[in-house]
């Protein structure tokens, strides 16, 4: 648990630390992976996606990848697999698939 | 009593007679006029009627304990009841005094509580306290009685300690009251 | 020094009122507290300043005093100074938060006016409070007397927001006692205080926009351990810090504060280890036994978290027999927290005094000099029998 917690910080002493436990550079948690959590792989079916954008709305993690106001895909780096788009979703397009099924299909583990 | 002299008071009466009042007022008196002081009532459950007790500590030196007074100089008993129920004379020192809120004599006093200490003094001041307050505070009117007896304070500062914090928060007329109260406890106040 | 000594106006203050003043005089930006007796006065008579307009702080009447301290972490998290005041089951309620405050080195400053724990029920002086919280992180200081809890109120926070430190501060004054008793206090001049407090400049504040920061990210088995060490080093800092404010403080006010303060020990062959406002009952106790010969002395401890191992070893090592009295009622150690702590100093550099451990006053009960005197005359059989047994020892308790 604690290896992917601890993600790609640097294992700093006590002495680098800043007061407070503070996390003092705006923005770094660009530097914390938490696509390993994820058990469920949300799946667009882009040829019928609206680009209607909630699912880029509501992603918590800002993992709706949008390139010229079009949805393209997921940064799966980020997504943590919470749903949340799926269930957002007006057309009901993205359907969250078993990480395992995945591995499975494209012999990716 | 020396001037230098630590004097310690123990104020005996009720929840709502303004015993803690009489004992602060006597201790601001007493740094009006640069002495030392502690002014420390005796909490318990508060509750109107029951019975309670405050202190005043005055000394020319600083004052160093903060314990409560168990031999003092003057005791101060302010609702005529108590003498009957508690022992009001315990602990007074050699050479102290009782003040009683009473209409007896303080030889009648002094038989009923079988006090053979120096000084007793008698005052009716809940007589007073109607008569003049028209409301049974027996406070002040011991308060002059006290200085009948002893010359713990000035008069006239104890006086001007009254209209400055009763002025405060009453009306005039009450204040007066309170100064008329002050002055015939102190005319009416037997010592024996 | 004393020529320059600066003169305040003296005033007939109560503990608790002597503390209002000041943190009136303090100004501080928030203010969050709940009344709870023997502290309500505190809360009363700042609250009337803040109607008065007497004060520019943001008074925040909270329903409970988790509550309390959670606005005043909130406040000082944004770079506030922040105050409050409580007591017994008052700080019992603040647990959680009083770790939270000292671990997120915020220099709060609370005023602790000491209350017993229930049950049965008591309104009146223990310091089970102050005491059960020693370990929190929390600076400590207790007053013996009304002027000393308005200068300890001044000092802290000076202490608190001293760079080096950056730890709350609990000022501890014993309920009653010292809170409702009307005393005579010299009160510095307004702006004397404005200039001793200054302004309080936060290394980050949450409202300081253009540097984000975050403020209680989760800290498993990767940081917690590293981000608790510094802790330690704050609290190895404080006593020189509170040493020099308390120097400092002299030479404005000719009232100089030390971790420690003695009373005719130099000498004294027996010494009492006291905290708060007991410490005046053992100093008549020690005059009348010293006009009959009897060489006896006081140690009193204004600082107890830091404890200040090395002065207390310095000042009692020598000495024939030491008792320490404590009002508390904590249970299954062998003796009370102030002893443990003696005891620890001594041992670790190899001082072999005999000592004894009083608990005292519980729930209010009063401690007069004739019983401290009965201390002393223990302390005397023990120095000539050699005899410490029991170590543990009740004083005015009826033992039938």
């Known amino acids: 648990m604690s290896d992917r917690l601890r993600g790609k910080m640097p294992e700093k002493g006590w002495k680098e630390l800043p007061i407070r436990g503070l996390i003092i550079e705006p923005g770094n948690s660009v530097n914390y992976e938490t696509g390993s959590w994820r058990a469920l792989r949300p799946i667009i079916n882009l040829e019928k996606c609206p680009h209607c954008m909630f699912c880029w709305l509501f992603c ?23 749903g949340i788009c799926a269930v957002e979703c007006p057309r009901q397009v993205i359907t969250m698939v078993e990480e395992a099924e995945v591995a499975k299909e494209t012999n990716v583990w | 009593m020396a001037k230098d002299e630590l004097i310690e008071i123990r104020w005996h009466g009720r929840g709502g ?15 009006k006029e640069g002495k030392y002081f502690q002014a420390l009532p005796e909490y318990g459950p508060e509750r109107m009627g029951a019975p309670i007790r405050a202190y005043t500590r005055i000394s020319s030196q600083p004052i160093v304990p903060h314990c409560l007074v168990t031999e003092p100089n003057i005791v101060v008993v302010i609702d005529p009841t108590l003498a009957k129920i508690i022992d009001v004379t315990e602990g007074i020192a ?22 053979a200490g120096e000084k007793v003094g008698t005052v009716d001041a809940t007589k007073v306290a109607l008569n003049t307050l028209k409301r049974n505070f027996p406070n002040v009117p011991m308060l002059g009685a006290l200085l009948k007896a002893t010359g713990v304070v000035n008069k006239t500062n104890l006086i001007y300690i009254i209209k400055y914090k009763m002025g405060a928060t009453m009306s005039r007329e009450v204040v007066e009251a309170n100064i008329q109260a002050f002055e015939q406890g102190y005319n009416e106040c037997q010592i024996d | 020094m004393s020529g320059n000594r600066l003169k ?3 005033k007939a203050l109560e503990g608790d009122n002597a503390v209002a003043e000041a943190m009136r005089q303090i100004n501080p930006d928030v203010v969050a507290a709940y009344p709870i007796t023997p502290q309500t006065e505190i809360v009363m008579t700042f609250s009337e300043f803040v109607a008065n307009g007497l004060v520019d702080t943001e008074f925040l009447a909270v329903e409970s005093e988790h509550a309390a301290l959670s606005a005043c972490i909130g406040a000082a998290l944004a770079g506030a100074r922040a105050l409050t005041a409580t007591c017994g089951p008052g700080l019992a ?53 009304q002027q000393e809890a308005y200068d300890n109120t001044l000092q802290a926070v000076r202490i608190a927001e001293h760079p080096d430190i950056l730890l709350p501060v609990m000022c501890c004054l014993d309920g009653f006692v010292l809170g409702h008793t009307l ?20 290394c980050y504040s949450l409202l300081d926009i253009d540097h984000p920061v975050t403020y209680g990210a989760a800290d498993f088995t990767d940081y917690y351990f590293e ?87 310095q000042a009692l090592q020598g000495k024939k027999a030491v008792a320490i009295l404590e009002r508390v009622a904590f249970f299954g150690a062998e003796a009370s927290p102030v002893f443990l702590e003696v005891a620890t100093a001594f041992y670790l550099r190899g001082v072999s ?20 005197c009965g201390v002393f005359q223990d302390l005397i059989d023990i120095t000539q029998t050699g005899k410490t047994e029991p170590i543990f020892r009740y004083l005015g308790l009826r033992d039938f």
Request: aromatic share 8%; hydrophobic share 40%.
């Open chain 1, 60 to 82: 918590p993690d800002g993992s709706i990848i949008v390139k010229n106001s079009q949805v393209t895909g997921v940064d799966l780096r980020y997504c943590k697999g919470c």
């Open chain 2, 17 to 31: 007679q303004g015993v803690v009042t009489a004992a602060k007022l006597l201790a601001e008196t007493a740094m």
């Open chain 2, 94 to 115: 050699k050479g102290g005094m009782i003040l009683i809120n009473s209409p007896l004599s303080p030889a009648e006093l002094r038989s009923i509580l079988n006090y």
């Open chain 3, 8 to 10: 305040g106006e003296l």
């Open chain 3, 93 to 145: 309620l603040m647990w959680e938060m009083l770790w939270i405050a000292s671990s997120w080195r915020l220099p709060i400053i609370m005023n602790v006016v000491n209350r017993a724990f229930s049950s049965p029920l008591n309104i009146l002086c223990s310091h089970d409070d102050a005491m059960g919280s020693r370990d929190a992180g929390w600076i400590q200081l207790y007053a013996e007397s």
């Open chain 3, 183 to 202: 005393e005579p206090v010299e009160v510095l001049p307004d702006e004397v205080v404005k200039e001793w407090a200054g302004t309080y400049n936060p």
């Open chain 3, 227 to 313: 981000h608790k060490r510094p802790q330690w080093e704050a609290m190895e800092r404080a006593p020189k810090v509170i040493l020099d404010i308390g120097e400092e403080f002299g030479k404005v006010t000719g009232r100089y504060y030390h971790l420690v303060d003695s009373y005719r020990l130099d000498d004294a062959d027996v010494a009492v280890v006291v905290l708060g406002a007991t410490s005046g009952a053992v100093r008549v106790a020690v005059d009348r036994l010293r006009k009959n010969g009897i060489k006896a002395g006081m140690l009193k401890l204004r600082c107890f978290r830091p404890f200040p191992a090395q002065q207390v070893v």
């Open chain 3, 353 to 372: 005094t005999k000592l004894i451990n009083y608990t005292y006053g519980l729930g209010g009960r009063d401690t007069v000099p004739g019983q401290i």
